[in-house]
């Protein structure tokens, strides 16, 4: 929807404190095929009108981490946690933001608020999760894995990460359970294909 683009410049030349309508255009304009540049600018100028405009403020969040532009998301991501502190969502996005900059101790510590408030998501478990692996802390992985697909034995996402964590581990058999499982509900995905041969081929040369 370029037009939406469109639309969002007139908007804020004319109509700059009208925040409802901004966030319809800025809804908008994700599902259009303005570039990511363009978007962010966008959102920025949003922001600038109306600080404190919700939805704007989240959907740019989350087109500055597509962008990984990290820095900027996790200054957007402080924002939004002065309007809502107790978030679960917001604060296993915030550690996930910090673990893909590969500062995954202090990721740790968000996932562990968001799973105080929200202790059985397993979103934020096979996060938390990974995390752990990237620490070395390998039990403590593999418990949190174990609990989210206990809240949902189909969690994509905790069946791969599980999966990964079991194969680094040598146990190669129980990764391709659990890759497998995976590949039941997602096919055609490549990365499960690639680490469910990887594994196969592992567990052969065991025998």
Do not use: W
């Not at 004319?14 to 304009?29: R, W």
């Not at 820095?71 to 893909?100: D, V």
């Amino acid at each position: 929807m370029k037009k939406a683009f469109s639309n969002l410049q007139i908007l804020q030349k004319n109509l700059p404190t009208e925040s409802e309508t901004l966030n319809e255009i800025a809804m908008a304009v994700t599902d259009s095929n303005v570039e990511s540049e363009k978007r962010i600018a966008a959102f920025a100028e949003i922001q600038r009108i109306n600080p404190a405009a919700p939805h704007a403020l989240k959907i740019y969040t989350m087109i500055l981490i597509e962008s990984e532009s990290y820095k900027a998301a996790i200054e957007q991501i402080e924002r939004i946690l002065l309007q809502g502190p107790g978030n679960p969502e917001t604060l296993n996005i915030f550690g996930a933001t910090l673990a893909m900059t590969g500062c995954h101790r202090a990721a740790i510590e968000k996932f562990e608020q968001a799973l105080s408030i929200s202790p059985g998501s397993p979103d934020i478990l096979g996060n938390y999760a990974t995390s752990l692996k990237m620490v070395e802390n390998y039990q403590e992985a593999l418990s949190n894995y174990e609990q989210g697909l206990e809240v949902d034995p189909n969690h994509i996402a905790c069946l791969n990460g599980y999966g990964s964590l079991l194969d680094f581990l040598g146990k190669y058999e129980e990764a391709l359970d659990k890759y497998g499982r995976a590949l039941k509900l997602a096919p055609s995905n490549p990365v499960f294909l690639f680490n469910y041969g990887l594994s196969l081929a592992k567990c052969g040369q065991q025998y």
